[in-house]
């Protein structure tokens, strides 16, 4: 009975995962698929280098093969045939009563022209459902807390939980886009069989109003961040570095005191919420 039950629930959710996807892709007008030639691995490597403009590569194609030969996922999203965008895990473990299997997502991009038209989304989708079809039930991830579109996607458009806060998580790194700023970021945990998931990937999840942030009895704290930290390190990098600094004490501060990221307002900012004891 129980081993019955374990097998309908599994078979559900990988159809609604890849219904999920489907949705997403169409919505997107692109075709993902997983990597798996030679002309595939050029062109996904191209993507990362592009996004991430900066001396030699993000990943040689070795270790690129390397990571999809050793059971590592790797998608790349196409329109009409054209390469627009890419995603790269890893599997690995983390300890949860016991050791547990999760993905690792450690790249996603989309090529600058093509933002802003749900390709990530549907490159998310794509990677939940390859996870579910592998029996993997989480997926982790780190986002930059300063870049609001990402903090939107991951927490509305994903429903993921937001744990931790790590200073300085990657070193130095000498890419375009992150050359001379701290690599603080948080995780991402995207629970793929939770009601928030589903939730959020049908689109039920939206910013927190006003009216919720004042009921009596929450303890609510709302952490803002700027409305593009990447334009604004092209335009004033010591501005942006006050932002992170800023960021960093509230995030950190409001973490260790037992508050929990619980979604974002209607102007993407952090809204944090405290249990009372």
């Known amino acids: 009975m129980l081993c019955l039950i374990g097998t309908v629930v599994a078979v559900t959710l990988a159809d609604s995962a890849a219904a999920d996807f489907q949705r997403a892709r169409d919505r997107a ?18 993507i990362f280098d592009t996004v991430w403009p900066g001396e030699g590569t993000q990943v040689q194609q070795n270790l690129l093969t390397a990571l999809i030969h050793a059971g590592g996922y790797c998608a790349i999203a196409e329109i009409d045939g054209e390469p627009v965008g890419a ?11 016991g050791w547990q299997v999760h993905l690792h997502s450690h790249m996603a991009a989309v090529l600058d022209g093509f933002r802003n038209r749900h390709i990530g989304t549907a490159l998310k989708l794509h990677q ?10 989480a997926i ?20 993921v939980d937001v744990k931790g806060y790590e200073i300085d998580f990657y070193g130095q790194m000498p890419d375009a886009i992150n050359s001379g700023d701290p690599t603080d970021r948080v995780f991402a945990w995207w ?6 998931v589903a939730d959020a990937v049908a689109g039920r999840v939206l910013p927190l109003d006003a009216a919720m942030l004042t009921q009596a009895g929450r303890d609510i ?13 092209g335009a004033d ?6 932002w992170r600094l ?23 900012n952090y809204v944090l919420e405290r249990e009372r004891a």
């Open 29 to 46: 007008g692109v075709e993902v698929r997983s990597v798996a030639d030679p002309t595939d691995l050029t062109s996904t490597r191209r």
């Open 221 to 233: 704290h709302v952490v803002e961040i700027p409305a593009d930290i990447v334009e604004l390190r």
């Open 237 to 242: 990098p010591v501005a942006a570095r006050r």
């Open 140 to 159: 982790s991830w780190t986002f930059d807390p300063l870049v609001r579109r990402n903090a939107i996607l991951n927490i509305c458009k994903l429903g």
């Open 87 to 97: 995603a790269l895990a890893v599997v690995g473990r983390h300890l949860d009563d």
């Open 128 to 137: 939940r459902m390859w996870a579910v079809e592998r029996g993997i039930d």
């Open 191 to 196: 629970h793929l069989s939770s009601a928030k």
């Open 246 to 268: 800023s960021l960093r004490e509230h995030l950190t501060t409001a973490l260790a005191d037992g508050y929990c990221v619980i979604g974002v307002d209607r102007t993407g």
